[in-house]
T-cell receptor, first 113, second 114 residues
Framework: KQEVTQIPAALSVPEGENLVLNCSFT??????LQWFRQDPGKGLTSLLL?????REQTSGRLNASLDKSSGRSTLYIAASQPGDSATYLC????????????FGKGTKLSVIP | SQTIHQWPATLVQPVGSPLSLECTVE??????LYWYRQAAGRGLQLLFY??????ISSEVPQNLSASRPQDRQFILSSKKLLLSDSGFYLC?????????????FGSGTQLSVL
């Protein structure tokens, strides 16, 4: 089964800075990957989904990339804002069906005004 | 548009007491439904999933059970809670017609077993 690692576990940056969150996985048989945002004490909000045939997806200031050969995905956040402070989780699926998703433990991001 | 409701938001229960958490989805038909648990310092753990009424698959052996009495209703239960059942419980759904099955989560239930 997939193992998903997110490094660092926590990150603090000043407002306005561009930043990259990293996610690595052990199985190259990727069906899709998803990036989620979780605010404290809340559920997860889907940010981006990259299909296995795609290399990246963009939504506003967010860009997620997928490199299956290296077993890595990155989430790029441009011009960070205090409202971006949250925990960001990545999840990989090795086959059809969301029941096959494996989640990382997340990176807790703090954007300092 | 589709919405997912999960309640209660917070629950404090003594060890050995029963549990019932409910989740409903609106605005879609025949959704795939999921129960996850998120323990402190750990990733999300899939507990149960369902692709239809009465169809429940269990991912992790435990003293919890799930039921799907209606198409858009998913219930997580326990007859006797353990201390180790404490955690943040999340219900989620995905569209059965969506090949890539984007996942949508409820707001979660924080369960404390004392």
């Amino acid at each position: 089964k997939q193992e998903v690692t997110q490094i660092p576990a926590a990150l603090s940056v000043p407002e306005g800075e561009n930043l990259v969150l990293n996610c690595s996985f052990t199985d190259s048989a990727i069906y899709n990957l998803q990036w989620f945002r979780q605010d404290p004490g809340k559920g997860l909000t889907s940010l981006l989904l990259i299909q296995s045939s795609q290399r990246e997806q963009t939504s506003g200031r967010l860009n997620a990339s997928l490199d299956k050969s290296s077993g890595r995905s990155t989430l790029y956040i441009a011009a960070s804002q205090p409202g971006d402070s949250a925990t960001y989780l990545c999840a990989f699926s090795s086959g059809a069906g969301s029941y096959q998703l494996t989640f990382g433990k997340g990176t807790k991001l703090s954007v300092i005004p | 548009s589709q919405t997912i409701h999960q309640w209660p938001a917070t629950l404090v229960q003594p060890v050995g007491s029963p549990l019932s958490l409910e989740c409903t989805v609106e605005g879609t038909s025949n959704p795939n439904l999921y129960w996850y648990r998120q323990a402190a310092g750990r990733g999300l753990q899939l507990l149960f999933y369902s692709v239809g009424i009465g169809q429940i698959s269990s991912e992790v052996p435990q003293n919890l059970s799930a039921s799907r009495p209606q198409d858009r209703q998913f219930i997580l239960s326990s007859k006797k809670l353990l201390l180790s059942d404490s955690g943040f419980y999340l219900c989620a759904w995905s569209a059965s017609w969506d090949r890539w099955e984007k996942l949508f989560f409820g707001s979660g239930t924080q369960l404390s077993v004392l």
